[in-house]
Structures are given as structure tokens and as C-alpha cells.
């Protein structure tokens, strides 16, 4: 079972669009969501994170919109570069799990982005 | 720095065979991941360990095996290889549990393994 939910597999735009990555998941426990970047033959690297008290996050051209009563969050890219082009990956996790101290790291499947010069 | 290193980077298996993919890392982390990730499925953990001597199950730890007798290394050994465990190996890790604003989980570069 999928916990969490991304869609589109693949996208792509032209440079200076806003490609949109959109999660949605069911566990009302999760509490912290963040997307990681994954550049081909590397591993992923966290990009951004939100919790669910607040509704948006920018940290440079990224964005994390939240909505806790929809159970879903995207991340936005404004001004899109060549340089964008990789593979992303939204994530959720409990603080902590029923039983362990760790909270497990849940992910979705991936949204590989192509941003054409 | 180095970060997390994992070897080797990529490795060819013969169905049966064994082998162990080996992860250390130089940032005193005490926590260290096994994720292993298949063409548009994402990252599944296999294994995680929060310290020395510590070691548990993630969501697919079947075939696989893990031991952690140092903070720095958290080797995976394959028992049995089978055309399943052909994948993408990560190893990873974590300072605390990386799950808070401001506990990044690391990852390592990748091993890439094909069992025939």
C-alpha cells in the first residue's frame, strides 16, 4: 500500500515555467513532509520541508504549498532552469513510530522533471 | 568531507550468490538507513539501525541482512541472490531520527546491482 501519492511520473516544461508536483496521503499522524532532489547517478538530497501548521514554505524558487484538510502538498518551481531537470520525491513520516524512536521516512514513487532550455 | 560513502558502486550478481555492499560515513551520525529503490516505485527501507549494536527491520528487509558494530559502518549483505534484489542500493544517514525540521538524512551516492 502507497502511504503517500505523487503525480504527474513525468513532467515537462520550458524554462521560466512553474512546474507543479503534487502528493496526497492518508495518515492523519504524518507530521512532517519533505521533498528531496535526485540528480541521475546520485542520491537524493533533501530540497525542502514543511510541517502541517503552516500552509506554505519558500526557501528560494521552491515553494511547498500545504493543505491539511485535503491531505495533500505540492511543490512549485518558479522560474524554472535546465538546471532543475531530476528526479523528485515527496515524502511523510510520524515523528515518531508507534514502538520506535525512528520515524520512518515514507515515500512517494517519483516525478522526474525535464526542463527544456 | 566525504559524507556517506558506499561500495562498490556497481556490481553484477549470479542468482545464489552472496555479497555485501558496504557504507560508512564521517559525520558521527548515529543513525544509518538501507533504502533500496526500483523505476517508479521510490525508496523503500530495508533496513535502519539508531546506533551501535542496534539494528532493525524497515518495510521490505526480506533476503537481506545487516550489521552495525561501529558508529561509522553499516554494511548490507545479500544471502541468496535473487533477480528481485536487482536494484538501486542507498545508504544513508541521520544525526537523530530524520524526520524533524533540522535532522537531514544524508545519502550516499548509490550501488547499483543486477542479479542474473
Known amino acids: 500500500q502507497q502511504q503517500v501519492k505523487q503525480s504527474p511520473q513525468s513532467l515537462i516544461v520550458q524554462k521560466g515555467g512553474i512546474p507543479i508536483i503534487n502528493c496526497a496521503y492518508e495518515n492523519t499522524a504524518f507530521d512532517y513532509f519533505p521533498w528531496y532532489q535526485q540528480f541521475p547517478g546520485k542520491g537524493p538530497a533533501l530540497l525542502i520541508a514543511?510541517?502541517?501548521?503552516?500552509s506554505e514554505k519558500k526557501e528560494g524558487r521552491f515553494t511547498i504549498s500545504f493543505n491539511k484538510s485535503a491531505k495533500q502538498f505540492s511543490l512549485h518551481i518558479m522560474d524554472s532552469q535546465p538546471g532543475d531537470s531530476a528526479t523528485y520525491f515527496c515524502a511523510a513520516s510520524r515523528s515518531f513510530d508507534r514502538g520506535s524512536t525512528l520515524g520512518r521516512l515514507y515515500f512517494g514513487r517519483g516525478t522526474q522533471l525535464t526542463v527544456w532550455p | 568531507n566525504a559524507g556517506v560513502t558506499q561500495t562498490p558502486k556497481f556490481r553484477i550478481l549470479k542468482i545464489g550468490q552472496s555479497m555485501t555492499l558496504q557504507c560508512t560515513q564521517d559525520m558521527n551520525h548515529n543513525y544509518m538507513y538501507w533504502y533500496r529503490q526500483d523505476p517508479g516505485m521510490g525508496l523503500k527501507l530495508i533496513y535502519y539501525?539508531?546506533?551501535?549494536?542496534?539494528?532493525d527491520k524497515g518495510e521490505v528487509p526480506n533476503g537481506y541482512n545487516v550489521s552495525r558494530s561501529t558508529t561509522e559502518d553499516f554494511p548490507l549483505r545479500l544471502e541468496l541472490a535473487a533477480p528481485s534484489q536487482t536494484s538501486v542500493y542507498f545508504c544513508?544517514?541521520?544525526?537523530?531520527?530524520?524526520?524533524?525540521?533540522?535532522?537531514?538524512?544524508?545519502f550516499g551516492e548509490g550501488s547499483w546491482l543486477t542479479v542474473v
Open positions: 514543511i510541517r502541517p501548521d503552516v
Open positions: 539501525s539508531v546506533g551501535a549494536g542496534i539494528t
Open positions: 544513508a544517514s541521520s544525526y537523530s531520527a530524520g524526520t524533524g525540521l533540522g535532522n537531514t538524512i544524508y
